[in-house]
């Protein structure tokens, strides 16, 4: 799928469009499959609205997570370092909206000072993002240790600025990211589904209609060849891993509002959770191949899949052999798909 | 002029001891991991009763639960010939050998919370985790003597202290005959976030369940406007029995969304583990618990009736 790659011809951009057609058919079969599985299993409780939007509520978070992870997928780096970032931007809000008593901010409104706040750890994520950025392409650092290091710094922070408390009390307004609801009479949407699918627009139409955009999946498909094709490579990544930073941050917001609590604990281990829904979601690791999409498809899998675990009332002690299987086997059936196209 | 010198040197070497001699004691306090809020109350008492003895205080440990890096945390304290270690061990076995090292350095050693029982240490100050699941199902069958089904939260699997609640909850159970169905653990490998999800997905999945047994009270530390699941369960009778009495989780005793909260003693662990350490350095008399040097340090019980005095006991977080 190197080839995929929006500069070199003509015809390129609708053979990425048909790829990505192709593998997101094959992860809307693997979660309708699930999804029916499970109706028949448990039945109603599976379908039951508010088993549907806790679940869609609770991989929102992922999924707006994992369509930063798929910008720096598509370039062939990663991000490690999300996990540590959606905490310490959490914190960084909740400091700013709960905890920072100087005149100035005491005396603010309530909603002025939940929007600064929210605003502050949105930019806190981006920096860490563009330090990232900097590292891969200044300082020439595969995107894996270079992330590595920064998951550490961020974490470290994190507990540094917290000395591990959680940070509670927090107002209304800044709950409802992620406790409330937007919609009309009965029909009531929960805020951070509203986020996700907004976000997820954005960066389809990002990824599918800008230059930039193209830019990314021409360097994840050949980074020489982009740039002697005159692709800003070096630019479009720091570009590239501050989104992810970014949306890495408001995936922690969100969570942090969604609980009621920031703490300086939070998102451990889910970067990993992140990378797994990208890759579900048809994106290569070699780079230059994945779909928002896919992405958010793949996040809801892991969703679904975490749900019927406790439904179906398997055991924690198997739950995660279970889980692994199922990512290997759907990867492997999207794979065995592609093979078989060629 | 040799004699000058000589003399001079004389008396260096014991100001020089007997400055020494007057340095305060230090004593490094390291818990299973820098990130769990559960040792910050610890933390507190720790630090206080060494300012109160004159004792300085280290609080150090690895960012993460593991022990291998608790190894090389010990390690660097045995070569900065610290006085005395108070250690959580992250895994019994696999701290023995360094605590025995420690030990022979002339490092004196006490375990806290979780112990390394084959060691040199010289005594275990802590909860015994079998205890508490016992009592936690004991208050579980007073709440439903007619039975029901009872689901189980827990932490990181395979964590010893919160296996052994398990085993004390189910073996309780068992031996008294109870009618109550254990259903299949779940967990929410100590994430807070995750702890919530699973407890409201299963929670409006089972509209049976009866109880539900947290064996930590990780979904405690989320606002209770984020549990609307758990409010509706208690409100349809469902009963919670949870482990930890952390400050945040006082609020939820009040508001009715749990039932019980059995409550390690974390002040005392770090306050009388300090204790106890500072006494074995000074040479002076010390108790050490049974004949296996265990201290139990025993349980806080809050519920509606006690818990504004408890809470009004507890610094704010």
Redesign the interface.
């Known amino acids: 799928m190197k080839t995929a790659n929006g500069t070199e011809s003509k015809g390129a951009p609708s053979f990425i469009r048909r790829v990505q057609q192709v593998s997101v058919f094959n992860i809307v079969l693997i979660l309708a499959g699930m999804c029916l599985l499970l109706s028949i299993a448990?039945g109603g409780?599976f379908l039951?609205a508010?088993?549907i939007t806790?679940?869609v509520r609770?991989f929102s978070?992922y999924a707006i997570m994992a369509t930063g992870m798929l910008l720096a997928i598509i370039t062939g780096g990663i991000d490690l370092s999300s996990g540590s970032v959606f905490a310490f931007s959490s914190i960084i809000t909740c400091l700013f909206i709960a905890k920072w008593d100087i005149p100035l901010l005491t005396g603010m409104p309530v909603l002025l000072r939940v929007i600064l706040g929210v605003l502050l750890g949105m930019l806190s994520g981006a920096a860490f993002g563009y330090l990232n950025g900097a590292l891969i392409t200044l300082l020439k650092l595969p995107p894996f240790i270079a992330t590595l290091g920064t998951m550490?710094i961020a974490?470290?922070l994190s507990?540094g600025i917290t000395?591990?408390?959680?940070i509670?009390s927090?107002p209304?307004q800044f709950?409802f990211i992620?406790?409330g609801t937007i919609g009309a009479g009965s029909v009531q949407i929960p805020t951070p589904i509203i986020l996700m699918v907004v976000l997820a627009l954005l960066f389809s139409f990002f990824l599918r209609k800008t230059i930039l955009g193209r830019w990314v999946y021409a360097i994840g498909g050949n980074e020489e060849a982009a740039r002697i094709a005159g692709v800003r490579v070096d630019r479009t990544k720091r570009i590239v891993y501050a989104l992810c930073g970014l949306m890495s941050s408001i995936a922690g917001i969100a969570?942090a509002a969604?609980?009621?609590?920031g703490?300086?604990?939070?998102g451990?281990g889910y970067e990993m959770d992140a990378i797994a829904a990208v890759i579900i979601g048809g994106a290569s690791v070699n780079g230059g191949v994945g779909t928002v999409l896919g992405s958010v498809l793949g996040a809801a899998i892991m969703g679904v899949l975490?749900?019927g675990l406790?439904?179906l009332?398997?055991?924690?002690?198997w739950?995660q052999a279970v889980l692994g299987v199922v990512i290997v086997v759907a990867v492997s059936f999207d794979k065995l798909q592609h093979d078989r196209k060629k | 002029m040799k004699k000058v010198l000589s003399f001079l040197l004389v008396a260096l070497l014991v100001l020089g001891a007997s400055s020494a001699f007057a340095e305060e004691v230090e004593i490094a306090v390291v818990p299973k991991a820098?990130?769990?809020?559960i040792?910050?109350d610890a933390k507190t008492a720790a630090e206080e009763k060494g300012a109160e003895l004159g004792v300085k205080i280290y609080w150090e440990g690895s960012?993460?639960s593991d022990a291998a890096a608790q190894v090389n945390v010990i390690e660097s304290l045995i070569e900065r010939q610290v006085d005395g270690i108070l250690i959580s061990c992250n895994d019994a076995d696999a701290l023995k050998d360094v605590i025995d090292r420690a030990v022979d350095a002339g490092i004196a050693v006490g375990c806290f919370d979780s112990d390394s029982p084959e060691s040199k240490r010289a005594f275990y100050c802590g909860t015994d985790n079998y205890a508490i699941g016992k009592l936690s199902a004991e208050y579980m069958m007073e709440y439903l003597p007619e039975g029901g089904k009872v689901a189980i939260l827990?932490g990181v699997?395979g964590a010893p202290n919160l296996e052994m609640r398990i085993t004390g909850f189910k073996e309780t159970l068992a031996a008294a005959g109870s009618p109550i169905e254990v259903?299949?653990?779940?967990?929410g490998e100590?994430?807070?976030?995750k702890s919530?999800?699973?407890v409201?997905?299963?929670t409006?999945?089972n509209p049976d369940l009866a109880g539900w047994f947290f064996d930590g009270g990780w979904p405690y530390?989320?606002?209770?406007?984020?549990l609307p699941e758990v409010k509706a369960f208690m409100e349809r009778g469902g009963r919670i029995v949870s482990i930890d009495t952390c400050e945040?989780m006082m609020q939820y005793v009040g508001l009715g969304m749990v039932d019980i909260l059995i409550g390690q003693n974390y002040p005392t662990m770090g306050a009388l583990g300090v204790e106890t350490l500072y006494k074995i350095i000074k040479g002076e008399e010390v108790d050490l618990g049974d004949e296996t040097n265990y201290i139990d340090t025993g349980y806080e019980i809050v519920d509606i009736n006690n818990y504004e005095e408890v809470w009004a006991g507890k610094a704010p977080?």
């Open positions: 448990v409780k039951s508010t088993n806790s679940v609770q978070f550490s974490r470290g507990y000395g591990g408390y959680p509670g927090l209304d709950k992620g406790l969570t969604r609980l009621g609590v703490q300086s604990t939070a451990q975490r749900n406790v439904l009332n398997v055991s924690a002690y739950q | 820098l990130d769990n809020a040792f910050l960012p993460t827990t699997l259903l299949p653990v779940q967990t100590d994430d807070v976030q919530v999800e699973v409201s997905q299963f409006a999945a530390f989320a606002d209770p406007d984020a945040p977080w």
